[in-house]
């Protein structure tokens, strides 16, 4: 499998023309790369979260939103309609919502500055409709709101300060 590539945006999300390895953290000041997390919403106003495999290096055991990395090339909401199909199965294309809003991150110290594109999509699907990525995640519940910033209290709901809002 050839290396997977990353565009590599300037600090005002523009694109410079160079890419990067993904998850190569060796960027220079003033260099981002681009995610994507898709908050999925049941017509009954619970959200999809799954929770993180035990063998991941980060987070494990952690609850989350789909999300990953934008590959060089493409567009924000190509890679999170991409994403929520490999990790969930649920094709989300036809749904309603879309983009919420970004957010970004300097890390200087770790090399690896990003901008993360939130969407939001609501639509009818059951247990049935979810195909869950093995490799990716150790199980998926249907959780409203209280429930989330409980397991944000706990420490254990990735991203929540950040995201928040798009559950709101």
């Known amino acids: ?3 997977e590539l990353w565009d590599i945006y300037d600090e005002n999300k523009q694109l410079t023309g160079r ?4 998850n190569d953290w060796n960027m220079k000041p003033g260099d981002y790369h681009l995610t994507v997390l898709g908050v999925i919403r049941h017509t009954d106003g619970r959200y999809l ?3 993180r495999v035990m063998t991941k290096s980060w987070a ?3 609850w989350e939103v789909s999300g990953g ?3 060089a090339g493409e ?3 190509t890679a999170v309609l991409r994403e929520v199909r490999e990790e969930t199965g649920l094709d989300v294309s036809g749904w309603d919502g879309g983009y919420l809003f970004s957010y970004r991150r300097d890390n200087p110290e770790e090399k690896d500055n ?3 594109d939130i969407y939001r999509f609501t639509g009818d699907f059951s247990e049935k409709d979810l195909k869950l990525q093995a490799e990716e995640t150790d ?3 249907l959780a409203d709101v209280q429930q989330i910033r409980e397991f944000a209290k706990e420490g254990i709901f990735l991203h929540y300060d950040s995201i928040k809002e798009a559950f709101e």
Do not use: A, L
């Open 139 to 141: 199980g998926w519940m």
């Open 1 to 3: 499998m050839k290396d």
């Open 60 to 62: 494990p055991g952690w």
């Open 49 to 51: 979260i799954t929770k």
């Open 19 to 22: 890419t990067m390895k993904r």
């Open 75 to 77: 567009d924000s909401m």
């Open 114 to 116: 990003y901008f993360v």
């Open 69 to 71: 990395g934008v590959m």
